[in-house]
């Protein structure tokens, strides 16, 4: 159930609203549009009487919601979500018309290797870091990252470079420490069905990439996004990064069909990760051109200096002047969609929005 | 690389070995076998050198392992494993001749609910209850399960009805909680490839069922289970449970030719689960047959006394004559195979083991 | 739209019936049934009218096809459909209580090496003998059979062995040439929408083996089998061989869920190809298991006296060795399912069927 | 194994070479290069001995072919193909600089659809049009294309439209009725692995467009292609299609990795098909703008002038208006590649070319 706000409902009816669906034992989810602000309902175990609220000042009408997933829906908020990242003075939107760049390493593996990675990326027009300090790894015995270091090396890569630092957290109690470093928490390929995990982000106030399942479909894809934003965090950034196919010349199989299948669904930015959706570097860059061209809001790229020492993941990650030449042509293509290359600061005219 | 002790090594011996391993920053596996006790080696960063054990007393040979998987693999221990569940009197073990059957319904519901299933389950031969108390569900607005009022259910059903209980545990905090009552612990499907509950459940002293992703592939699979044995839990069962394909006459497509390739590469045991593999009650009993006929070493089965009123999984779940009469068919078959249908009690002759 | 005539119609009765429809420019297909004769309509565009046919003498009714394929379906003929392969006496009906097995090698490479593989096949109870002379190779330099050569080996198999002859047939105009050979015309996986060769075998005299292309869906497939059936030929046996999914410890993904799958929507019978289904020699016997517990009407097995000098797919051929074992272990679970061995001769009771 | 000739090797160097390899009992196929002409060799069972062709008049080098397909790789010929389609006055390219535009109906339906269609694709800047006489259809039941009257409306198109045609061909005997209309003869998805029917285009005088199989490997459909090299066809344009997969979003997963994995293994070019691709009309220009930023030759879309009233794949088929927008949209996107949108004539500077 959607609750729809007149107009000029003011904060008092919003708030009485949200207490009537309380008093009722469900949770209410108010999310300001640009036009009027909407109100969703979860936690009902059935349909619920429309009569019930539309009787209530501000109220403008009582919409049943058809789909299994509610508040990542179109269905309850039309516009685009705009996803804002770091300070207000200095952060970035991601879902607007500027892309989203984050490129880095894989792993964080020292200092020097961030510091030489991050002073790359930023020049060549990147706004975010990623880098991993937790691994999640397939065997026991591959490198599973420096851990706490590696959260302090990507702290000092947001000092000097003014990058926004998005990395991986691996399991609730995890989360506690990583939401303490990282710009935007991210909830890997392997996680995206943890439950446990999905609710420890949407209790966070930190904005969160959620990477699609090896084979998760479409609906999986949006109610894993559901459970984060049903605890209360509607900052939810969705990343294809390939799925799992009998095809064997990739890694993965990039679905990029499914970012046009998203915007249709829902209001949630979505991004592309070339490097993991091929696996192999020579694929990055034209995966990386038609990701733009598809319409995705931005990319996530694996950048390494020195690929071939690489801990992780080194036959996928560009090499340097590779990310600038990726970074040049994609300014092109975004150019064709109306849309435009990192900017150095927020302009302030991006009104702050769910 | 594996240390295998002779046949008439020491005690002392073979912790001599192990202090020689902990020096060099390394972690030992004693694993005994019927024959003679080896030695797994995991943490090292690279190849080790064989000589640096052949001198020490009591060692016969020191092999390097060409597996990524090491503990699991048939290269360390070449005997089946026979996996040891519940108290030494009156438990079963899982691996040996005897099929071992879990049953029960998918969500523990109402106590009502599991002594009704328990009681036609036991009658039936099953020798282990199966019941979600926390259910990882694709919607976070589906039922959850009882949580650890569903846990006290379990124990209660254990105590009335002398059936060892098989539950799911989805996280490490929720571990501690789920390992006080549960005689095995589950990870299911969509955590297979949760690093941190693996680990978790690594550190428990109880043996775990752990479900093959829904597109893991073998090589993932055991993998999982090296992270479980990696941290010193050596009592991990497999369990098939369907993987995801482009078929949709089924909700996973059963992969049974897994069983043969896992009893090849890894001395663990494996079970089936049809329930789930086939995701439709009418194919519940041909593909439990199957599974028998096949090799598995036993089967996990949704069984629900009225399971059109369910709150999961109903349309896969049997009614209790169905089990009665898909145990009677698997009986048959398990002779051709030399097998046996769960006895009441663990004969005295089963040697504890690993 | 299926024609249900009444019990005591006569042969005059059912004639009318097909007059009308072929009057209306449609196609009739009477299928004699254990009590009464069915007529399946097709060529119609779209419903017909029930009452145009249900006043026609020995009409009890006519009912609306809900499928989107007919004459394959369970609707149209609720009873198995038994297939009669070979000569009147001494041939095999398949689909009944005695299984069906086929083995031999994957491709006729010599008249020693046929002769030397049907006698083994034969010692150990087959009754029909598979060989390729035309086969589809992924690459155009691989060996494409013995063509005309390959055939008439064959047919010397038949006479010296008295075992009936499965082979491929590629295209329509090699048909012409196949079907003077074979007992049973085989259409590969590849092939199996290769809709000119469905049609042409459609209008062949002899049975056809028709297996599952490697990501067909069960609609797909009965589609494919409805073609044949369209035709006017209704002896058609189905096979399901592995389909192509992202798993890779065998070739293919035996897919047995199908087998119930397929006798739950229709009346043909289904075989099972454990060699192709795994590519593994080593897999072949617990799944040949698996398919006749799983309910399967027989198995293509295959067998070469030395596999490892075998022009194709010697990895997956049995030893004649292991055939033979293979034979032992299913002889005891198709006795569980209340099937029996093949027979040397057909006994006279079975009735000649569709 | 290639023979490579020197740059100044004469015709008679280059027959002397051939006739070598006829005399051994092989296929000899010259291949002409912008600096020098190569000739492969086919049908030799093993190895060849370079030192045998390394002595004879104009031969540069012996070289060992690496892969399992030999003719499409880029081992035996560098540079890309342009393959040349319609009359020398008059017709188009494909693999150049400019993209290739196929357009129109699934299905030819009638004159007047055909020609509506046609004015309306040709306007929007196509050269080539699309439209199947005889459709390989899922059911027997479906509409299977006008046949030879179909050919004749597609003659008719070419002669009031100058439109270049492209029509599919099902079997060995239907091709000698469809090259005597087509352009371009098209192998569809399901007859990718219809071996007789490639042998018998790959004898043909007219380019073929071969359309990747629903499950096809890159290398079973490079493999396809050799089919039709190996028979003297060199004029061969591969075909993205969309693969099946679990995803249930789109009709097919469209693999838009496979076009820079082709462009690295072979010299041959490849169009995207975003219409069976995505099966959703309105996921066709977004995967569109994405086939040409990944670097796809050209196009290969459905327009249907009342795509609801459209006898097969309605729904997948643009209007013309979408049509004319997808052609804007590519025509920017182009332009970032450094390649052009098609032209009215063919400039008389492109070297006829193998």
Redesign the interface.
């Known amino acids: 159930m959607l609750i729809v706000m007149k107009p000029q409902a003011s904060e008092e009816d919003i708030r009485g609203v949200c207490q009537k669906i309380e008093s009722m034992g469900f949770r209410p989810h108010p999310m300001p549009g640009a036009q009027r602000t909407a109100v969703g309902i979860?936690?009902n175990p059935g349909p619920l009487e429309p009569a019930e609220f539309e009787s209530l000042p501000g109220v403008a009408e009582a919409i049943p919601v058809s789909k299994?997933?509610?508040l990542v829906s179109r269905e309850v908020k039309s516009e685009d979500s705009l996803i804002e990242v770091g300070p207000a003075e200095g952060g970035v939107t991601i879902g607007g018309r500027e892309l989203a760049i984050i490129a880095g390493p894989c792993a964080i593996e020292s200092r020097e290797q961030a510091f030489g990675t991050a002073e790359a990326v930023r020049k060549a027009g990147a706004r975010l870091f990623r880098g991993g300090a937790f691994k999640?790894?397939?065997?026991?015995?591959s490198f599973q990252g420096l851990g706490k270091e590696g959260l302090e090396i990507l702290a000092e890569v947001r000092r000097e470079f003014g990058l926004m630092i998005v990395t991986e957290t691996?399991?609730?109690?995890?989360c506690d420490l990583v939401e303490e470093y990282a710009d935007v928490l991210q909830v890997g390929a392997?996680?995206m069905?943890?439950?446990?995990?999905l609710?420890r982000v949407g209790r966070s106030r930190k904005p969160v990439l959620l990477k699609r399942g090896?084979?998760a479909?479409?609906?999986?894809f949006l109610?894993a996004a559901?459970?984060i934003l049903?605890e209360g965090n509607y900052r939810v950034i969705l990343c294809e990064r390939g799925?799992?196919?009998?095809?064997?010349?990739?890694r993965n199989?990039?679905?990029?069909?499914?970012?046009?299948?998203v915007k249709?669904l829902s209001h949630l930015p979505i991004l592309v990760d070339p490097s993991h959706?091929?696996g192999k570097r020579?694929?990055v860059i034209?995966?990386a051109?038609?990701?733009?061209?598809?319409?995705a809001d931005g990319l996530i790229v694996e950048v390494h200096p020195q690929p071939d020492r690489a801990l992780s993941d080194g036959y996928q990650s560009l090499f340097p002047e590779q990310f600038e030449s990726l970074m040049q042509?994609i300014s092109?293509?975004a150019g064709?969609?109306g849309r435009t290359m990192p900017r150095t600061t927020r302009p302030a005219s991006v009104p702050a929005q769910l």
Not at 170 to 174: A, K, L, S, Y
Not at 243 to 250: E, L, Q
Not at 253 to 259: A, E, G, K, Q, W
């Open positions: 979860t936690g299994p997933y509610k999640p790894r397939t065997s026991p015995y691996i399991d609730p109690e995890n392997r996680n069905q943890n439950f446990s995990l609710k090896l084979s479909t479409l609906e999986e109610m559901e459970y049903s799925v799992r196919t009998f095809a064997d010349h990739t199989t990039l679905d990029l069909s499914v970012i046009p299948a249709r959706g091929t020579e694929k034209p995966l051109r038609a990701a733009v061209a598809v319409g042509q092109a293509i064709v969609l």
